[in-house]
């Protein structure tokens, strides 16, 4: 790319790390992945009860946690799962706790981690390397490939992979978006409050709601994403899905927080209260010639 990203906020995507270590952090994800699709193959499916498959011995316990997730605990060998939080975020839960296991139970990799990091950022670390296996443990990557086969790097595509591997959407993009080789930027879309520290301050649009992104992330070497919080024009295909409830690809643009509009065809797929966007940015050099950024 040799756009000058007029609009580049640091990707806020799980995993993405500062030095030190990046080979090693790096290295250790593509472990923590292959334990996790080792460990998936083997299962007779991927229900709850079905995801404690592998793990002999392991209890699963729902019961009220606060404000944690979960937990494993290897001495009594349970999983504890918090019963007041969401069924999706539960399942992606259960799964970041048995990659707890599975990373507790490959010494290789446990020992080249202690080696590397320490303190805190050992803890960040395997925080991290647990969402990468959770991840791939939901999204087999024979999953993303057939739905990004059957429908292409698109909104739809987004939606039907949040659905059939039962996550969020956010998980969801992520993960699509590590599979992606086009130049396509993901986001979701939702309607929120609008943002302001004076709410008096101005009439609040009908509805008191306003339509922003809450989460964006691009295929490897598209350089932009959209701050969440970026507002989205109503005039611009991702509001008029929303509006009709109809699907819509249409050369539009991006429409980043700086007013910069970056053309793009737009496939924006409305999904209940939300909306699946994928952007399909202007074409890379081995691509035939399209209208380049103003950049
Ligand atoms: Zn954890």
Do not use: W
């Not at 793990?55 to 937990?71: C, E, H, K, T, Y």
């Not at 539960?90 to 507790?104: G, K, N």
């Not at 994403?225 to 507002?231: D, E, H, K, N, V």
């Amino acid at each position: 790319m040799s756009d000058v990203p007029a609009d580049l906020p640091p990707r806020p995507a799980p995993g993405a790390d500062p030095a030190p270590g990046p080979d090693m952090l790096a290295a250790a994800k593509g472990r923590m992945k292959a334990l996790a699709a080792t460990y998936a193959a083997d299962l007779p499916g991927l229900d709850t009860h079905s995801l404690m498959h592998g793990l002999n011995g392991v209890q699963l316990s729902f019961l009220p946690m606060g404000d944690r997730d979960g937990a494993f605990d290897p001495e009594h060998s349970v999983i504890l799962i918090n019963s007041r939080v969401r069924p999706e975020r539960q399942r992606f839960t259960l799964a970041h706790e048995i990659s707890h296991a599975l990373l507790l139970g490959d010494d290789d990799l446990l020992s080249d981690l202690h080696d590397a990091f320490e303190g805190d950022r050992l803890e960040q670390v395997i925080e991290t390397l647990c969402n990468v296996g959770a991840a791939a443990l939901l999204m087999p990557d024979d999953l993303i490939a057939g739905m990004l086969a059957r429908f292409g790097p698109t909104g739809r595509a987004l939606g039907e992979l949040a659905r059939r591997a039962d996550v969020s959407a956010s998980t969801a993009l992520y993960a699509l978006a590590e599979h992606t080789e086009a130049p396509v930027l993901y986001a979701v879309c939702a309607l929120t409050r609008p943002e302001t520290d004076d709410p008096d301050d101005s009439p609040p649009p009908p509805g008191g709601k306003v339509l922003t992104v809450r989460v964006s992330g691009g295929a490897p070497g598209v350089k932009y994403s959209l701050r969440p919080g970026t507002p989205v024009p109503d005039d611009h295909p991702v509001a008029v899905a929303l509006d009709t409830r109809l699907p819509i690809v249409q050369d539009s643009y991006v429409p980043f927080r700086s007013g910069r509009r970056m053309p793009a065809q737009v496939d924006a797929f409305p999904d209940r209260q939300r909306v699946l966007v994928s952007f399909l940015l202007p074409g890379r050099a081995a691509e035939p010639a399209a209208p380049r950024g103003e950049a």
